[in-house]
């Protein structure tokens, strides 16, 4: 596996594949790497003969009092296990890299009418950042696909409609949620939690599961759906910011027709904020 930190390394290294006819996989990442994104990195090999992948704890999508300079940082682990998982390329960016210049003064991106809903009410700035420097990224790969998983599905559908309004030339491949054997879906964030708290966190998941039951059995009120599964969570322990069903293409409120809902969550648990979702097909 090739390591670079530069851009003009990454383009030379994958024009260089492409003048051999290669088709290019690209999975982004911010590192501290675990079973799901191998999994991503697994797929990614079904669907390219190369496969590209960065990391990049990026700074412009956390806020004042996020996690930034505590999230995890485990580069030489997760090179090792790219490795292991047959990655040709991984790119290892500086910030200067990516940000030569004040971020605040360079040009940003946002998507009108997903960036400051749902995880954008409670994380202000937090899409734009995601989607500016997602923007940055393909730009530099220029990949034939990329993947992200479906566990951070708003960013998914953000992504998507990014890149079909920018008539960007990739295709955007999202992979399910991998999961503990208790159902907890996977993440870097789940370090934070203790052994207790990941048990209890895992019942995100069931609320998940419990919620979309009441939908498949017929169950409307959604908003009643909505405001006991949150009291629910709080009754665990949890500290919800929502539990919302939105219609799973571009997360609006769906109306009585919709058959293809998703139901997202967000909540705290001690120091971890905590997202799933599940898709309904009714």
Same mark, same amino acid.
């Given at each position: 596996?090739?390591?670079?930190?530069?851009?003009?390394?990454?383009?030379?290294?994958?024009?260089?594949? !492409?003048?051999?006819?290669?088709?290019?996989?690209?999975?982004?990442?911010?590192?501290?790497?675990?079973?799901?994104?191998?999994?991503?990195?697994?797929?990614?090999?079904?669907?390219?003969? !190369?496969?590209?992948?960065?990391?990049?704890?990026?700074?412009?999508?956390?806020?004042?009092?996020?996690?930034?300079?505590?999230?995890?940082?485990?580069?030489?682990?997760?090179?090792?296990?790219?490795?292991?998982?047959?990655?040709?390329?991984?790119?290892?960016?500086?910030?200067?890299?990516?940000?030569?210049?004040?971020?605040?003064?360079?040009?940003?991106?946002?998507?009108?009418?997903?960036?400051?809903?749902?995880?954008?009410?409670? !994380?202000?700035?937090?899409?734009?950042?995601?989607?500016?420097?997602?923007?940055?990224?393909?730009?530099?790969?220029?990949?034939?696909?990329?993947?992200?998983?479906?566990?951070?599905?708003?960013?998914?559908?953000?992504?998507?409609?990014?890149?079909?309004?920018?008539?960007?030339?990739?295709?955007?491949?999202?992979?399910?949620?991998?999961?503990?054997?208790?159902?907890?879906?996977?993440?870097?964030?789940?370090?934070?939690?203790?052994?207790?708290?990941?048990?209890?966190?895992?019942?995100?998941?069931?609320?998940?599961?419990?919620?979309?039951?009441?939908?498949?059995?017929?169950?409307?009120?959604?908003?009643?759906?909505? !405001?006991?599964?949150?009291?629910?969570?709080?009754?665990?322990?949890?500290?919800?910011?929502?539990?919302?069903?939105?219609?799973?293409?571009?997360?609006?409120?769906?109306?009585?027709?919709?058959?293809?809902?998703?139901?997202?969550?967000?909540?705290?648990?001690?120091?971890?904020?905590?997202?799933?979702?599940?898709?309904?097909?009714?």
């Amino acid at each position: 596996m090739q390591t670079v930190a530069f851009i003009p390394d990454l383009r030379r290294t994958i024009r260089a594949w !492409r003048d051999q006819g290669s088709s290019v996989a690209f999975v982004p990442t911010m590192g501290n790497l675990h079973a799901g994104h191998i999994r991503l990195v697994e797929e990614a090999k079904r669907q390219a003969e !190369r496969v590209v992948v960065s990391i990049f704890v990026n700074p412009t999508q956390f806020g004042p009092s996020e996690d930034f300079a505590a999230y995890p940082r485990t580069p030489a682990q997760d090179a090792g296990k790219l490795q292991a998982a047959g990655v040709d390329l991984l790119f290892l960016p500086g910030t200067s890299e990516l940000y030569p210049s004040d971020p605040a003064a360079m040009t940003f991106v946002e998507v009108p009418g997903l960036f400051d809903d749902l995880c954008g009410r409670f !994380r202000p700035g937090h899409f734009r950042g995601v989607a500016t420097v997602v923007l940055k990224l393909l730009n530099q790969v220029q990949p034939d696909v990329a993947l992200f998983g479906e566990k951070d599905y708003q960013q998914l559908i953000i992504i998507r409609r990014l890149v079909a309004d920018l008539d960007l030339p990739v295709r955007i491949h999202g992979v399910p949620t991998v999961r503990e054997p208790n159902g907890l879906a996977m993440s870097s964030r789940n370090g934070y939690l203790t052994p207790e708290e990941k048990n209890r966190a895992a019942l995100l998941y069931a609320h998940l599961v419990e919620a979309a039951a009441d939908l498949r059995r017929g169950e409307r009120d959604l908003a009643r759906i909505e !405001r006991e599964r949150s009291a629910q969570l709080v009754a665990l322990g949890l500290r919800p910011d929502y539990f919302a069903i939105r219609r799973q293409d571009d997360l609006s409120p769906p109306g009585p027709a919709d058959a293809r809902l998703v139901i997202l969550v967000a909540a705290w648990l001690g120091a971890a904020r905590l997202i799933d979702n599940v898709q309904v097909f009714l």
